[in-house]
């Protein structure tokens, strides 16, 4: 098998409910770094790659875990197994596909869901131009081959652009690079969204509960959530797990501020 440096592996959360990190975080693999963004002025999605493909040049990773804060790692360590699989392979990201998988779940099937990913960040910082990624949310017919024999449910939109951040997959799927896809399951009966995520070999990997951002708003999701974390023990709870980094974009943060304030002005003068 490949051999994995960790000290060339990082984990990124784009926080929208930083309650719900503090309670997750124990759970994800440790021995990496770990960075945040803080997703709660909208601050996410293809935003979020795109400052973090700019602010992660200098640390000198390889591969880089995307992993949402309503994620739950129950076989943490495999992840490490997975991406020696990615590496041996040539492939440069891996998730779970956006259609065909979950019934509920119908968008884009080439396309992966957000909540978890793994990229080959040496590849793609060897190819990356921002404007040319940006520029690729649009569908061509003749673009993918189809999919209707290789997926578990036939509901799903080849043709939708229903994530801003498809572009980003788009542009690496035009690219010529490989995606893993990896199969998931929602294993719990009458919880419709609670997912069940499988690493290359089928065995599990992580649960996603999803709905972070009604986490302690929302009676019903936070106690569906509470409920799914208190089913695994924590990867790490010592006093000395280490700190996550957070990668500030201080500009974004003036303007989103100058907004808010431009509105409330608004509100008090009409």
Same mark, same amino acid.
């Given at each position: 098998?490949?051999?994995?440096?960790?000290?060339?592996?990082?984990?990124?959360?784009?926080?929208?409910?930083?309650?719900?990190?503090?309670?997750t975080?124990?759970?994800?693999?440790?021995?990496?770094?770990? #960075?945040?963004?803080?997703?709660?002025?909208?601050?996410?999605?293809?935003k979020?790659?795109?400052?973090?493909?700019?602010?992660?040049?200098?640390?000198?990773?390889?591969? +880089?875990i995307?992993?949402?804060?309503?994620?739950?790692?129950?076989?943490?360590?495999?992840?490490?197994?997975?991406?020696?699989?990615?590496?041996?392979?040539?492939?440069?990201?891996?998730?779970?596909?956006?259609?065909?998988?979950?019934?509920?779940?119908?968008?884009?099937?080439?396309?992966?869901?957000?909540?978890f990913?793994? +990229?080959?960040?040496?590849?793609?910082y060897?190819?990356?131009?921002?404007?040319?990624?940006?520029?690729?949310?649009?569908?061509?017919?003749?673009?993918?081959?189809?999919?209707?024999?290789?997926?578990?449910?036939?509901n799903?939109?080849?043709?939708?652009?229903?994530?801003?951040?498809?572009?980003?997959?788009?542009?690496?799927?035009?690219?010529?690079?490989?995606?893993?896809y +990896?199969?998931?399951?929602?294993?719990?009966?009458?919880?419709y969204?609670?997912?069940?995520?499988?690493?290359?070999r089928?065995?599990?990997?992580?649960?996603?509960?999803?709905?972070?951002?009604?986490?302690?708003?929302?009676?019903?999701?936070?106690?569906?959530?509470?409920?799914?974390?208190?089913?695994?023990?924590?990867?790490?709870?010592?006093?000395?797990?280490?700190?996550?980094? +957070?990668?500030?974009n201080a500009?974004?943060? #003036?303007?989103?501020?100058?907004?808010?304030?431009s509105?409330?002005?608004?509100?008090?003068?009409?």
């Open positions: 098998m490949t051999l994995i440096k960790k000290d060339k592996i990082g984990l990124i959360t784009t926080v929208s409910n930083w309650d719900l990190y503090k309670k975080r124990p759970y994800f693999p440790e021995g990496i770094k770990h #960075f945040t963004i803080d997703g709660t002025q909208g601050f996410y999605g293809i979020s790659i795109a400052f973090f493909l700019k602010s992660l040049r200098k640390y000198g990773l390889d591969w +880089l995307m992993a949402d804060e309503d994620v739950i790692f129950n076989k943490p360590n495999h992840v490490f197994d997975l991406i020696a699989y990615l590496e041996a392979n040539d492939f440069t990201v891996c998730g779970m596909r956006d259609g065909g998988t979950l019934h509920w779940r119908n968008k884009n099937p080439h396309m992966i869901n957000h909540f990913a793994v +990229l080959n960040l040496r590849e793609i060897s190819i990356y131009n921002e404007k040319e990624m940006m520029s690729n949310q649009y569908i061509n017919k003749t673009d993918f081959c189809d999919l209707s024999d290789d997926l578990r449910f036939k799903y939109d080849p043709d939708s652009l229903f994530e801003p951040y498809y572009r980003f997959y788009l542009w690496l799927l035009r690219k010529g690079k490989k995606i893993k +990896l199969d998931a399951i929602n294993p719990i009966k009458n919880d969204a609670t997912t069940l995520l499988y690493d290359h089928g065995e599990e990997l992580l649960y996603h509960t999803w709905y972070a951002r009604f986490y302690g708003k929302d009676p019903d999701h936070t106690k569906r959530i509470d409920g799914v974390i208190s089913n695994f023990k924590p990867y790490d709870e010592s006093p000395s797990m280490s700190s996550p980094i +957070l990668l500030e500009w974004y943060s #003036f303007k989103y501020r100058l907004y808010k304030f509105r409330k002005l608004k509100r008090k003068i009409s």
